[in-house]
């Protein structure tokens, strides 16, 4: 069972454009919600997060919001940048390990 | 460098020939964590030791796969008998105890069986 879903394999965004990448989760013991990022042949790095007592979290061009009633958490990336073109996973915490969704591979076109 | 370190970057075997790779903590790091990755999926969770204690291991790590922590520093994981289906990225985090608390995570090991 896929406990975290990113429903979203791609994403193509103009650049200077806002990027919405979205997540649900179904377990509602999670806790702790996280953004990271990938690039290819490299480790996931970390972005943002987010307490589950919170419903929104913002650093610099980055802002995560989460909507416990609906299970859903986004990422929203304004402006947009050619450097941010990846694949970006979100992860719930929950006994004290994440569990990741599948991924949104995000491209900025220029 | 005071990331998460992994060696090697790549390892290419032979199937049914062992292969171990070792991860080098955040060095105030109490918790490690070592997960898989597939091509177009996320990463899954293996197994995480909080300082030398292995306090979790997933389903996924059948009895080929050994990890350890000796001494609470870096950790070691051992694939057995290696088969195609181990190819992967195997990748480490670490953590601070607690509950918000964010991993971080090596550059990973990519493992391709022959």
């Known amino acids: 069972d896929q406990q975290v879903k990113q429903n979203s394999p791609s994403l193509s965004v103009q650049e200077g454009r806002i990027s919405i990448l979205n997540c649900d989760y179904t377990?509602?013991?999670?806790?702790?919600f996280l953004w990271y990022k990938k690039y290819p042949a490299e480790g996931p790095t970390f972005l943002i997060s987010?307490?589950?007592?919170?419903d929104k979290n913002e650093d610099g061009r980055f802002t995560v919001f989460l909507n416990k009633s609906a299970k859903h958490l986004s990422l929203h990336i304004v402006p947009s940048q050619p450097g941010d073109s990846a694949v970006y996973f979100c992860?719930?915490?929950?006994?004290?390990?994440?569990?990741f969704g599948q991924g949104t591979r995000l491209t900025i076109n220029p | 460098d005071t990331g998460v370190s992994q060696d090697p970057r790549h390892k290419i075997t032979k199937r049914g020939q062992n292969v171990t790779f070792r991860c080098d903590p955040i060095?105030?790091?109490?918790?490690l964590y070592w997960y898989r990755q597939t091509l177009g999926q996320g990463p899954e969770f293996l197994t995480y030791?909080?300082?030398?204690?292995?306090?979790?291991k997933s389903r996924l790590l059948s009895d080929r796969f050994s990890a350890e922590r000796p001494k609470g520093s870096f950790s070691t994981l051992e694939i057995q008998r290696t088969e195609q289906g181990d190819s992967a990225m195997y990748l480490c985090?670490?953590?601070?105890?607690?509950?918000?608390?964010?991993?971080?995570f090596g550059q990973g090991t990519r493992l391709t069986v022959v």
């Open positions: 992860a719930a915490k929950g006994a004290q390990k994440l569990v």
């Open positions: 060095s105030e790091h109490n918790r």
């Open positions: 377990n509602s013991m999670f806790d702790y």
């Open positions: 985090a670490s953590s601070l105890q607690g509950t918000n608390t964010e991993a971080f």
């Open positions: 987010i307490s589950s007592i919170k």
């Open positions: 030791f909080q300082n030398e204690a292995q306090l979790e």
